[in-house]
């Protein structure tokens, strides 16, 4: 995988990616010259035209992020692929569309689109038949060997069997005889140079995956490795990358204060960050005033009670909040305490089932987060009587409020509606990843991946 800005990318997203942004730029540009021909007009020279061209590229490269084209299904599925890459492009075309309304230019007249369209559609549908198979081979995928063949060991595997993983083991070495789970380990006293070993392999990562750590580290043997050029990684960190989120089983406290994130960095996306909340809330709230005071009125109509719900959250540092939503329940649903959503939860109003699906009823969140209260992008923000169960049950529970709550976050694109407290323990491993690494490149991958959300609803009660 390759690090930018402190998230992972894995090589082969990155590398279709650019592919993707090529082809686009080159089906733009074929457009052009087709529609030109057709009217018998000059095309010019295209020192004139690369920006609008690459302008046309990234809109239209955006929606595929948005929608999840680059996610782990669209990458093993032709047919999924098509599915998402269709929507994304047609949402890609309609921005251009808007922006054309907005600032007229000549590679954006309809003609001209439509035909992007289309040959954007046969490119890149063509491009993941032609590669499909590739992208799924082991040229993309790290040469790992695991010292280990105890319970992590197993874990590993199970990672690594999994369609869309990015590396696979070729190797597992057994440190001592105790607890051994992984059969096929190599015994460590069988291997008289490990060094020469992994290099024979051919091994570019090797993962300590022991059970028991004090008193127990191989130092040589590691030492010999990263001399050989080969990286050298721990369990839990190798976990955070390959999968997103902080595995809270096997983390302890010293892992978390001297492993990468939490970087003084912050400041500065911490203040661009506050910059674009305010910005973008403002922009917002505009824009959805008449459809929050639309659906205000239905809610009020629909059944008894104020149009708008207040309670009281957990926000930054602890800080308790009140967080303003579309009423979407009946005005008793927390008479005996609040209590978790259920699957077709009786509480919920007609008119509330809709504005939840459609995620309407987050809408006037937008006003916590122009108060800075909240942000667009961070931990979800729970009761205050939930969190204090939460921290007794979960390891650092408390530390996902160091961050601002968010509307969105890594948790939500990542992990289904949580409505118990293994579910909550899940999405911390997502909320800790976030917390550890946010920059504001993540926030725009959470922002894009959110699209993908509301348009394929995963989890929402």
């Not at 911490?270 to 659906?295: E, G, Q, Y």
């Amino acid at each position: 995988m390759i690090r930018l800005f402190k998230h992972y990318i894995p090589h082969a997203v990155l590398l279709l990616g650019l592919l993707d942004i090529a082809l686009l730029a080159g089906a733009s540009e074929i457009a052009w010259r087709l529609r030109a021909s057709q009217i018998g007009m000059d095309p010019g020279d295209f020192e004139e035209r690369w920006l609008p061209i690459a302008a046309t590229a990234i809109v239209i490269w955006l929606a595929m992020v948005a929608v999840g084209v680059y996610g782990p299904k669209a990458l093993r599925s032709l047919r999924f692929a098509g599915a998402r890459l269709l929507v994304a492009i047609s949402l890609g075309i309609i921005a251009l569309a808007v922006i054309d309304f907005v600032l007229p230019s000549e590679m954006l007249w309809r003609s001209t689109l439509l035909y992007t369209m289309g040959l954007a559609i046969i490119v890149l549908v063509a491009d993941r038949m032609l590669l499909n198979s590739f992208l799924g081979s082991s040229a993309f995928r790290r040469r790992v060997m695991v010292l280990g063949a105890g319970d992590r060991a197993q874990r590993l595997r199970a990672l690594a069997d999994l369609p869309e993983s990015g590396f696979v083991i070729v190797s597992y070495i057994a440190m001592s005889e105790g607890d051994r789970v992984v059969e096929e380990a190599i015994a460590r006293a069988a291997i008289h140079d490990l060094g020469k070993f992994v290099e024979n392999l051919g091994v570019s990562e090797v993962v300590l995956a022991l059970q028991e750590r004090r008193n127990s580290l191989p130092l040589k043997d590691l030492l010999r490795i990263k001399t050989k050029g080969v990286h050298v990684n721990d369990f839990s960190s190798f976990l955070e990358r390959e999968t997103g989120r902080v595995d809270l089983d096997t983390v302890n406290p010293s892992w978390l204060i001297f492993s990468d994130g939490f970087s003084s960095g912050r400041m500065l996306s911490s203040a661009v960050k506050r910059i674009f909340d305010i910005t973008a809330s403002l922009v917002l709230l505009a824009l959805t005033f008449p459809i929050i005071a639309l659906f205000a009125l239905i809610v009020k109509l629909d059944s008894k009670g104020p149009a708008f719900f207040r309670q009281q959250r957990v926000g930054l540092y602890g800080e308790p909040f009140q967080l303003i939503k579309l009423r979407s329940m009946r005005t008793d649903a927390e008479k005996d305490g609040a209590k978790w959503a259920e699957e077709n939860d009786p509480r919920i109003t007609r008119i509330g089932r809709l504005i939840r699906k459609l995620r309407i009823d987050e809408l006037p969140q937008t006003w916590s987060v122009l108060l800075g209260h909240m942000s667009f992008v961070g931990p979800r923000p729970e009761v205050p009587s939930f969190v204090e169960n939460l921290e007794e049950e979960i390891p650092f529970y408390g530390e996902r409020h160091m961050v601002k709550p968010g509307i969105t976050g890594w948790a939500q694109i990542n992990y289904p509606y949580g409505a118990s407290v293994e579910d909550s323990r899940r999405k911390l491993e997502y909320d800790l990843y976030y917390a550890k690494n946010y920059t504001p490149f993540l926030d725009l991958v959470i922002l894009l991946q959110t699209v993908r959300v509301i348009l394929w609803p995963e989890g929402a009660r």
